[in-house]
């Protein structure tokens, strides 16, 4: 099975709370890698699961986070967004593109 290709990468953020959310950055993936191996836990998680599986997880991880935006953070619904839309610019992707 080969291994996805992934354009786009998170980092850590601090908030003006202090609190860490996921931003896009494509220079520093550090934050979202296997500190022993430097596999991107969203890279194995395609591999593992083909590419159809990686929609439905894609899909999934959004809906989780939608639902529970509100009730989990509130006061930090924002933090929530940006996870949101990190997944769904990913499924744009990898939908766009066959050989994602």
Do not use: F
Request: with cysteine.
């Amino acid at each position: 099975m080969a291994a996805a290709k992934v354009t786009s990468h998170r980092t850590a953020v601090a908030t003006s709370s202090g609190r860490q959310t996921a931003q896009a950055d494509d220079g520093n993936r550090d934050y979202y890698r296997n500190s022993d191996t430097g596999i991107e836990c969203t890279h194995a998680i395609r591999a593992a699961l083909g590419r159809d599986g990686y929609i439905a997880w894609l899909r999934g991880t959004q809906m989780k986070y939608l639902w529970r935006g509100d009730a989990k953070d509130q006061d930090h619904p924002a933090e929530y967004a940006v996870k949101v839309g990190w997944y769904a610019n990913e499924l744009a992707r990898v939908l766009a593109d066959p050989d994602a």
